[in-house]
């Protein structure tokens, strides 16, 4: 995958790679897709700014990618080894930016009990938190892997992305609406974790934004922007690293100036990645999340306009 789709929500990812795939065009009586097509230094920083953004603004990227399909012709995607270049750079940004929670949760599985750091988890909170990860994620992978063939068939439907666009936009605009909660992320409980992995599941039509349901989500179940946020992003963690690990099976050899170039890609989207992690996190404090819903909306009525010319 690249800029305009998610390495969460591509159902390519639940595919054998011999399979046709509606959602990235690719066929199995082609070529094996981990052949890498060439890219011009310019095109690889382009695609990773474009992977760093979509992968993380609460605009649904997997509906950017089947806007991106029905309107532009000559629609082709990079080689499966730019696309793991690329998701590794995503990864990184959330990786850094996370560190703390991160390493708390790492921390927190070693034995024996530890007071809170910094980060504000003592070894008990840190466990459990690890846990609630654990379930959402397996929440999120039993319901993808289940309904795989239904959500498939989503992926040429343009009406279906603009029917999604708006329930985007009317969890962004809710979240604003409700009083904030209390609870940060030493407070959460198993039933949360089970929610917002069968929302992020939810996540997997186009049109449905990953990061911005589950923070709605969050939210709605009285955690406090800004955790509802953070844990939306720490259990992205497994989810890209799992996409990375499935794409790393058609990965083909490349040169050492081919190699570079998608480095330097790579290096955009975690640039770009962690910008904008930063900057939904400070919109998410401010509880301006409905900005990014009119943009659904808007970005939801051109569709249907267009479609029905």
């Not at 790679?17 to 897709?33: H, I, K, L, M, V």
């Not at 990773?48 to 629609?75: D, M, N, W, Y």
């Not at 070894?123 to 498939?152: C, E, H, N, P």
């Amino acid at each position: 995958m690249y800029g305009l789709t998610s390495p969460f929500i591509c159902i390519r990812n639940f595919e054998e790679y011999t399979g046709d795939c509606p959602a990235c065009g690719s066929s199995g009586s082609e070529p094996g897709r981990g052949r890498a097509r060439s890219l011009s230094i310019w095109e690889s920083i382009g695609l990773g700014v474009l992977q760093g953004l979509t992968e993380f603004l609460p605009v649904s990227s997997s509906g950017h990618l089947v806007i991106a399909q029905s309107f532009i012709g000559e629609f082709e995607q990079p080689g499966v080894l730019f696309d793991v270049m690329v998701h590794f750079g995503t990864m990184l940004a959330v990786l850094v930016f996370f560190r703390r929670e991160l390493f708390a949760v790492l921390r927190a599985c070693l034995p024996g009990d530890r007071p809170a750091g910094a980060e504000g988890l003592s070894s008990a909170a840190g466990r459990k938190l690890a846990g609630i990860i654990v379930v959402a994620t397996v929440t999120t992978g039993f319901l993808g892997l289940m309904f795989q063939d239904r959500i498939y068939a989503l992926f040429e439907s343009v009406q279906t992305v603009s029917a999604a666009l708006v329930v985007t936009g009317v969890l962004l605009f809710l979240s604003d609406r409700v009083r904030e909660g209390r609870r940060g992320l030493e407070n959460m409980r198993i039933i949360d974790g089970i929610i917002i992995g069968l929302v992020q599941a939810c996540a997997l039509v186009p049109g449905i934004s990953r990061s911005g349901s589950t923070i709605a989500a969050g939210i709605f179940l009285g955690l406090k922007g800004e955790a509802a946020a953070r844990f939306s992003f720490l259990i992205a963690v497994p989810a890209i690293l799992g996409a990375t690990i499935l794409e790393m099976r058609q990965v083909s050899m490349v040169s050492f100036e081919t190699m570079m170039i998608y480095c330097i890609g790579a290096a955009a989207a975690a640039v770009v990645g962690f910008v904008t992690i930063a900057l939904l996190m400070f919109v998410v404090s401010r509880r301006n999340l409905r900005y990014f819903a009119y943009y659904c909306w808007t970005l939801a009525c051109v569709l249907c306009l267009v479609n029905n010319l």
